[in-house]
């Protein structure tokens, strides 16, 4: 290779970690159990993604976004840019909605069918957008029909 090129040549390595204690899951139950704990009593708004492999085990967790008290930014670039590092077969969407009420807001539910058409181009399937309210509550936009 040129040498003038050589300086420009990123190298990425994938890391493999042992697998999450959530272990394999159908359904976002399992995984709501764990992220819910974390995310209820938040202050503002979070976007969580996790990331699962072809047998729906959870292999990767990560925030990519936190807004304000009422808004978080959504970046379809930002929640696919680490599904594809870590080999994602399909992901799911969690935000916590600081005000207690889970039920989504209009832009939730656009923006979800936005990632939901980005995850397809790519073969990334947005297996369901949850939305965590306060004590426990939470609601499936997959469950609602909503995507």
């Known amino acids: 290779m040129n ?7 990123i190298r990425l390595r994938v890391v493999r970690e042992s ?3 959530i ?7 399992a995984v709501v ?6 995310m209820r009593n938040l202050d503002r708004e979070y ?14 967790i990560e925030e990519v976004a936190k807004g304000t008290l009422n808004a978080a930014p959504i970046c ?4 696919f840019k680490s599904a594809v590092l870590c080999n994602a077969q399909s992901i799911i969407l969690f935000h916590n909605h600081p005000s207690g ?8 539910v656009r923006s979800t069918k936005i990632l939901k058409q980005a995850g397809e181009i790519m073969g990334i399937e947005l297996m369901d957008h949850i939305i965590v309210g306060s004590d ?5 936009l997959k469950g609602k029909g909503l995507i």
Do not use: F
């Open 3 to 9: 040498n003038l090129y050589k300086k420009y040549l």
């Open 19 to 21: 697998k999450s204690k």
């Open 23 to 29: 272990g394999q899951t159908n359904s976002p139950e």
């Open 33 to 38: 159990e764990c992220v819910k704990k974390e």
């Open 47 to 60: 976007l969580v993604v996790v990331h699962l492999d072809n047998k729906n085990n959870v292999i990767g």
């Open 76 to 79: 379809s670039r930002e929640v």
């Open 101 to 108: 009420d889970a039920q989504p807001s209009n832009d939730d």
């Open 136 to 140: 426990g509550m939470y609601l499936s």
